[in-house]
């Protein structure tokens, strides 16, 4: 009886402890999601701050009015023609790299000695070189293969840096897959071709669409193979177009703030709409 009337007395401070800690967790959030979006915030206001009135105002709560007349400038330096680029710099990157990734991938998984546990350590060898350390081979390669200056120039060293990583989580993830499936598929007769296109690809979906994204990122963001690879504005992507616009724009904050905003938009868009797979994905492959 003692017993059981202590445990009673003891339950409202555990619930109220267990209050306190939400109540906390929930706070941090808040402050972190206060620190997150205060850049985010700053950049969209200021964006639509007349130059003007830029210095003399607070941009926090601007008072002077709305314009658009920065986003009209950023357009009229050829940010569509920026954009384009982007989007095929980072298509091209993204396909090429999750393509060979699941390609490695399911062989590495299904044969586990050999040559291909070598293979596998050479991808992984890849994720401890850092880009910086081989600017200087991939120009000179870039040169003798005459892409300087093109788009493919950026396309086929960006997916190459993605793909130790996109193998890494491929394979992890691929190695939960049950065997009895995959003999299933082989009894049934289904070759190599047929076991990727009707069992990998649709078990490992989540997988794919994370490293998917993640290499989307790094492609869209990266900028400095676009500054040593290219030198024309009719390959420059959006990081490089950011910062020469900058530079001509080096007083004009807002205008370049609408510029930030523009390149980072697509990104929020895709994070929204993408934002369980990428999670789904990151925790399948490694929480089994």
């Known amino acids: 009886m003692g017993g059981a009337r202590r445990a009673r007395l ?3 401070f555990l619930l109220g402890g267990r209050t306190a800690r939400r109540v906390l967790g929930l706070l941090l959030a808040l402050l ?3 620190f997150a979006a205060a850049p985010i915030y700053y950049m969209l206001i200021v964006s639509f701050e007349p130059q003007s009135s830029y210095l003399n105002s607070n941009p926090w709560f601007p008072t002077a009015g709305v314009t658009a007349a920065n986003y009209s400038a950023v357009f009229a330096s050829g940010f569509g023609r920026y ?5 095929i710099t980072t298509l091209g990157t993204t396909v090429l790299a999750v393509t060979v990734s699941l390609l490695a991938a399911h062989v590495i998984v299904r044969r586990t000695r050999g040559i291909t546990a070598v293979i596998f350590r050479v991808f992984l060898v890849g994720l401890a070189v850092p880009i910086q350390a081989l600017i200087i081979p991939l120009y000179v390669e870039i040169l003798r293969l ?3 200056n093109t788009l493919f120039a950026l396309i086929i060293p960006l997916a190459a840096f993605a793909i130790p990583l996109t ?5 992890n993830f691929l190695r939960d897959v049950p065997r ?9 007769g289904a070759g190599p071709v047929r076991q990727l296109t009707s069992l990998v690809i649709p078990v490992a979906k989540p997988a794919i669409t994370t490293v998917a994204i ?3 990122l790094t492609a869209w963001n990266n900028f400095l193979f676009p500054l040593i690879f290219t030198q024309s504005s009719n390959v420059a992507v959006l990081p490089l177009a950011i910062f020469n616009f900058s530079g001509r724009y080096l007083i004009d904050i ?3 703030m609408a510029a930030v905003f523009l390149s980072v938009a697509p990104l929020f868009v895709i994070y929204i709409g993408a934002r369980r797979q990428i999670i789904g994905g990151l925790t399948a492959g490694f929480s089994r």
Request: net charge negative; charged share 15%; hydrophobic share 60%.
């Open 254 to 256: 807002p205008a370049i």
């Open 214 to 216: 993640y290499d989307a």
């Open 10 to 12: 003891g339950r409202p």
């Open 146 to 148: 005459h892409l300087y």
């Open 167 to 171: 193998v890494l989580i491929l394979v």
């Open 83 to 87: 954009l384009l680029n982007s989007v």
């Open 32 to 34: 972190w999601l206060v």
């Open 180 to 188: 009895e499936l995959i003999d299933a598929v082989q009894i049934d």
